[in-house]
Structure formats: structure tokens, C-alpha cells
């Protein structure tokens, strides 16, 4: 008996694979619209949704910054202070990965003067998705699937940097670490785990 195939069988031209329980419905809609583009368009429609590549390195880390993430993302000014996307040497324990700056802005602070927690969680999630950059050597569609900080203590007046490792890559998942500190005495003000989903 032959088995009917989505060329043989049009109601299941757009038929996706179960995937996750709690994400299998919105998932299977926004994979049919995407194969449903790639017919229409000639070309994978994931390819039109990533910035155009270019040579790899912190220039190109700098640019993905600049297009990828959301407007108010934007708004937090950060800068990629450091790329490390090969190892220098022979260091057995080198981690991809990247710093970056938070500038110190009032805008940021909450009562009393000190940076807001919910600014320190934006900043260390953004630098894992550089990180991660690093750790793929290009850009890579991802999704946060768990971040947890501990703050170690307050921060005020002074920029803050977010030390970025990737300290596993998998086929499907990113796991990571960031050491945020204050720019002014490079005290750590908390330590964040994460874990991304590669999409």
C-alpha cells in the first residue's frame, strides 16, 4: 500500500510535525505561514525576517544589535565593548561570548537612585542573544526559555557591563551565564543564568 504524500494530498500540504505540547499549535501556525511564503515568494521567508550577513566579527555583532531586537531595547543605548568568537591561543577554558555596556541613565533608576532590576534582566537577556551570536558565528532566530538572576547588590551612578558566556550549545538549545558589574569599581552587582531555545 502506498502512503499518500503531501503531493498527493493537499489538505496536508501544510501539515507540521508535533513538536513541544505547549507550543505545538502556535508553532504549527507559524510554520505553515512560513512554508506557505516560501512558495509564494521562491525563497525561505525566514531568510527576509534575518539581516543581510556580513563578515563576521564584532562589526557584524554591532549591526545585529542595531536591527534585530525591539525598539525599546534600543533605548537602553548599549554598546558591544568586547566579541570573542575564537579562542585566544590554548585556553582550555575559554567560552564564547561577549561584554557589553549599559550607559547609566536616571531614566533607568527607580526610588532612591539605583538601576532597576527589570533594566539589569533586559540587559543580560540582550547580551546572551550576542553571546550566543558569538558561540554560532552568525545570527541565529532564538527564543529566552529561562533566565534567572541574582542580584548581588545595588548600583547607582555608574555604568554597568554584562560578561556574556555561552557555556553550551546544542543543536536546539543554548545554555549561558552573565557576570553583571559595575563599570565605575568592576564589583559584580549580579550573576544571571539563562537558557535560549535556537529556533
Not at 21 to 42: D, E, K, L, N, S
Not at 58 to 66: D, K, N, S, Y
Not at 104 to 118: A, D, I, M, W, Y
Request: hydrophobic residues 45%.
Amino acid at each position: 500500500m502506498l502512503l499518500d504524500t503531501p503531493a498527493r494530498r493537499p489538505d496536508l500540504q501544510d501539515f507540521v510535525p508535533y513538536l513541544w505540547p505547549a507550543a505545538a499549535v502556535p508553532f504549527a501556525a507559524m510554520t505553515t505561514t512560513i512554508r506557505r511564503q516560501q512558495y509564494q515568494a521562491g525563497k525561505p521567508a525566514f531568510m527576509q525576517q534575518q539581516p543581510e550577513a556580513t563578515e563576521f566579527g564584532i562589526a557584524e555583532a554591532r549591526r545585529v544589535l542595531g536591527e534585530v531586537f525591539a525598539p525599546w531595547v534600543m533605548d537602553l543605548n548599549l554598546s558591544i565593548e568586547r566579541f570573542d568568537f575564537a579562542p585566544p591561543g590554548e585556553a582550555a577554558d575559554w567560552q564564547p561570548g561577549a561584554i557589553l555596556r549599559l550607559p547609566f541613565s536616571e531614566r533607568l533608576c527607580r526610588n532612591g537612585g539605583t538601576v532597576s532590576g527589570q533594566a539589569l534582566m533586559a540587559f543580560a537577556d540582550t547580551s546572551m542573544v550576542i553571546a550566543n551570536l558569538a558561540a554560532n558565528r552568525g545570527y541565529r532566530p532564538m527564543t529566552t526559555v529561562d533566565q534567572t538572576t541574582h542580584f548581588m547588590r545595588a548600583v547607582s551612578a555608574s555604568d554597568v557591563l554584562a560578561d556574556a558566556r555561552v557555556v553550551r550549545l546544542g543543536r536546539t538549545m543554548s545554555f549561558g551565564r552573565v557576570t553583571l558589574l559595575s563599570a565605575t569599581d568592576n564589583k559584580p552587582v549580579a550573576m544571571v543564568s539563562s537558557a535560549f531555545a535556537m529556533l
